[in-house]
Antibody
Framework: QVQLEQWGAGLLKPSETLSLTCGVFGGTLSNYYWSWIRQPPGKGLEWIGEISHSGGTYYIPSLKSRVTISVDTSKKQFSLKMSSVTVADTAVYYC?????????????WGQGTLVTVSS | QSALTQPRSVSGSPGQSVTISCTGTSSDVGAYNYVSWYQQHPGKAPKLMIYDVSKWPSGVPDRFSGSKSGNTASLTISGLQAEDEADYYCCSYAGNYVIFGGGTKVTVL
């Protein structure tokens, strides 16, 4: 059974860099994309971007200039960095596995990390 | 990219059926049969309920069903049960990005 476990700093000040990591347990990175999704308090889900096991990336255009998703296949981990955060970036951040190819869906999710941006 | 349009809330009594709509555009919902639906209980991570418009992941009861017509996808919950009370989100692949709906709160009366 695949499990995703995520970790990272939960409290940031404006202008700092958000950094989260997601570990993949019980499965392989190959043949899947690995995604980050966020959810502001009381609001809906927003896809941030994704990365393949070989490093190919896609990002939502509105965040592309501030976001980097990377993968470490030796550790079976992938990471999210978001620079110059503001209060508007306060959200629960989820990592998720993407099953793609001739389909597309998120079948495994991390537990979520609340990131609060406050001065 | 604006969020897909969902009703904010729907409700029904136990045993009844409810349907949630999800309206997008010809660039997302209308362009691909890659619509998925997620159930989210408070404080929990979303759970995949339907993928590829109408397919069930293992373990999801067939009381949940999906369909699509043009730019609008729908999720129907038949035989509503108390544990179905949750938020539901649709999601569509759109080429180089992915877009979610704003979410629908399902209340079991």
């Amino acid at each position: 059974q695949v499990q995703l476990e995520q970790w990272g700093a939960g409290l940031l000040k404006p202008s700092e860099t958000l950094s989260l990591t997601c570990g993949v347990f019980g499965g392989t990175l190959s043949n899947y994309y690995w995604s980050w999704i966020r959810q502001p308090p009381g609001k809906g889900l927003e896809w941030i971007g994704e990365i393949s096991h070989s490093g190919g990336t896609y990002y939502i255009p509105s965040l592309k200039s501030r976001v980097t998703i990377s993968v470490d296949t030796s550790k079976k981990q992938f990471s999210l960095k978001m620079s110059s955060v503001t209060v508007a970036d306060t959200a629960v951040y989820y990592c998720a596995r993407v099953t793609g190819g001739e389909t597309y869906y998120f079948d495994y999710w991390g537990q979520g990390t609340l990131v609060t941006v406050s001065s | 990219q604006s969020a897909l349009t969902q009703p904010r809330s729907v409700s029904g009594s136990p045993g009844q059926s409810v349907t949630i709509s999800c309206t997008g555009t010809s660039s997302d919902v209308g362009a691909y049969n890659y619509v998925s639906w997620y159930q989210q209980h408070p404080g929990k991570a979303p759970k995949l309920m339907i993928y590829d418009v109408s397919k069930w992941p293992s373990g999801v009861p067939d009381r949940f069903s999906g369909s699509k017509s043009g730019n609008t996808a729908s999720l129907t919950i038949s035989g509503l049960q108390a544990e179905d009370e949750a938020d539901y989100y649709c999601c569509s692949y759109a080429g180089n990005y992915v877009i979610f709906g704003g979410g629908t709160k399902v209340t079991v009366l």
